[in-house]
Nanobody, 122 residues
Framework: QSQLVESGGGLVQPGGSLRLSCVAS????????IGWFRQAPGKEREGVSC???????EYADSVKGRFTISRDNAKLTVYLQMNNLKPEDTAVYYC????????????????WGRGTLVTVSS
């Protein structure tokens, strides 16, 4: 079964860091643009970042300079390094295919996994 599985969420204090991982199974990532999306309680899901198959990156303005997306195709993994976290970053984070070179960041399909919860609180 082909799927993307997110992990790495947790509880962190404001100003702290987390690294999320998105691991693919059943398929390879080499030719795909993969992005991170998030949904906060009571809000619509929004695009956070997208990395193209050749490593070009896009970020939402709200995370630019704090978050870094990267990929390791050999490990079938896309990462999201999140630094200087703020309470407003609290959300469930999902990874899925994205439309490269696009602002705003939009999903490239209709697949959504379970996500991983990030809570930023003191």
């Amino acid at each position: 079964q082909s799927q993307l599985v997110e992990s790495g969420g947790g509880l962190v204090q404001p100003g702290g860091s987390l690294r999320l991982s998105c691991v693919a199974s059943g398929f390879t990532l080499d030719s795909l643009a993969i992005g991170w999306f998030r949904q906060a309680p009571g809000k619509e899901r929004e695009g956070v970042s997208c990395i193209s198959s050749i490593g070009s990156t896009e970020y939402a303005d709200s995370v630019k300079g704090r978050f870094t997306i990267s990929r390791d195709n050999a490990k079938l993994t896309v990462y999201l390094q999140m630094n200087n976290l703020k309470p407003e970053d609290t959300a469930v984070y999902y990874c899925t295919m994205c439309r490269p070179y696009s602002i705003p960041i939009v999903a490239g399909g209709d697949y959504w996994g379970r996500g991983t919860l990030v809570t930023v609180s003191s």
